[in-house]
Every structure is written in C-alpha cells, then in structure tokens.
C-alpha cells in the first residue's frame, strides 16, 4: 500500500506498508510500515536547486515469532543537482529508536535520475 499527499507550504506526507512473504528461503514473515514527511525550498525559482529536508520513520515487525518491532529515524537532505531538477541526491543517519544495543546507526544515500526529462549529463 502506498499514499502520498503533497500538503500546503510545498511540504508532503508520505506511507507506506508492506506484507513480506518470501517462499522456500527461509526467512520470516514480516510487516513493514514507512512513514515520510518533508518540505522543499527552492532557491532561484522556479528552476533553481531544491533543498528538501525529510524525517522518516521507518517500523518492522517479524510476524512467526515472538520477535519485538523495530523502529528508527531517519533525519535526511535531498538536493536537486542538475538546473532541470532530474537528477537529485540524498543523504541521512539511519538512526535505531528500539534496540539499539544491537543496532548501530547507518549511514544512507541516495541518487535519483528521471531519466524521461533527459540525459544523465544535460540540463546542467
């Protein structure tokens, strides 16, 4: 399941939940749920860089055992690279808000590239 809402002020709200059921590996079952929240600042409009920060809360859950959930936070910055905006970076600390003795913080990133509004190297 997916939702996303793009919200006043140029912020949005997005969720999304997950069922995994892998076959013949193994694994558990398990439940995931993600939650986003950001906003965007654009400098030089309407064409200029984006800067948007974003918190995301991420939850798991194994469902065959008597396993706990996990949560953890993720603080990030996603910057457009590119004057057409298709080509963005992010970065962020995957912070552990349950059972952190056995967890350590990691860091994430990301690059994304529309390839649809033109190549990885034009609009510069």
Same mark, same amino acid.
């Given at each position: 399941?997916?939702?996303?809402? %793009?919200?006043?002020?140029? /912020?949005?709200?997005?969720? $999304?939940?997950?069922?995994? *059921? ?16 950001? =906003?965007? #600042? ?8 984006? #800067?948007?920060?974003?918190? +995301? *809360? &991420?939850?798991? =859950? ?11 936070? %993720?603080?990030?910055?996603?910057? /457009? ?5 298709? %080509? ?5 600390? =995957?912070?552990? *808000?349950?059972? $952190?003795?056995?967890?350590?913080? +990691? &860091? *994430?990133?990301? &690059?994304?590239?529309? #390839? ?5 190297? $034009?609009?510069?």
């Amino acid at each position: 399941m997916l939702f996303g809402k %793009v919200l006043p002020n140029d /912020s949005f709200l997005q969720l $999304q939940g997950i069922v995994e *059921v892998p076959k013949d590996s193994g694994l558990e079952d398990e439940l995931v749920a993600r939650a986003a929240y950001g =906003r965007t #600042w654009i400098t030089d409009a309407p064409f200029g860089r984006t #800067w948007t920060p974003i918190i +995301e *809360v &991420l939850g798991a =859950r194994d469902l065959g055992s008597d396993s706990s959930t996990t949560w953890d936070l %993720v603080p990030q910055l996603q910057v /457009s690279l590119s004057t057409r905006q298709h %080509v963005q970076a992010g970065a962020g600390v =995957r912070v552990p *808000v349950t059972d $952190q003795g056995n967890r350590s913080a +990691e &860091l *994430v990133f990301y &690059l994304l590239w529309d #390839w649809f509004d033109g190549g990885v190297l $034009q609009g510069w």
